[in-house]
């Protein structure tokens, strides 16, 4: 469905009298994933310059990543090469697509040249079984469709929904075994579908789906804490 939403305001919004005027847009009502679905966006409009962001995907890491083909074209002659999730890419202006429902087109904040290091360092710690883990200082870029003023750098770790194989080692053989049956209910972990993971249900995680979903995140950030503790500290 669409319909007409209230437009970002000028910072000087307090002041209705000073406030510059936009008008609204016609846009889709929806999740709000359809426009940003991490919400380091919102933390960035504030200023924020310490972040964890969870990249809770269900698609995985492209595990032969090519540096710089973000932009290649494919055979529709669209753009976008899918090495993450597209929220992810958005981030940097590597991903900028508008269709199905999703505007991710407006969501840079981040030198695009910065991508290519933030999926080998996700990629090197997936690939040691480490799991889904990457911290980088990036710059803030300017961003004038969600108000964000740029020129600062901003410390972040992401937190990437993959395989933990260190954490999967230690499961025991029993859970071992769900993991590898094919029909069984673990055979996605830990990319579950976003909707009708168990039809006909619509939106619905198992207990066991969760609680090792939760387990192996738990996991991934005991075995970075030293990086998550120096965020904080």
Known sequence: PMNWYFPVQDKEY?????????????????????????????????GVKRVICAV?????????????????KDEDGKVGYAAADGS????FGCFPYHNYGYNYADNQVFETSEMNSVMEELLKNVNSGKGGFCRKTLK???????????GYDVDVI?????????????LPDATKNELKNKDGELQRFPHY???????????????????ILTSQMEYVIKEHSSDVKDLFA
């Open 14 to 46: 307090k002041n209705p009298i000073l406030a510059k005027l936009q008008k609204s847009k016609k846009l889709t009502i929806g999740d709000g994933g359809n426009y940003e679905n991490l919400g380091i966006i919102v933390a960035l409009q504030r």
């Open 56 to 72: 809770n995907s269900s698609r995985p890491l492209d595990k032969n990543f090519v540096p710089d083909r973000f932009f290649e």
């Open 88 to 91: 992810l890419l958005a981030l």
């Open 140 to 150: 803030v870029v300017s961003n004038d469709a969600w108000n964000i003023v740029g």
């Open 158 to 170: 992401f937190l990437y929904n993959e395989v933990c194989q260190d954490f999967v080692d230690k």
């Open 193 to 211: 579908k976003t909707t009708l993971e168990n039809a006909p249900k619509l939106f619905n995680l198992t207990t066991t789906q969760t609680n």
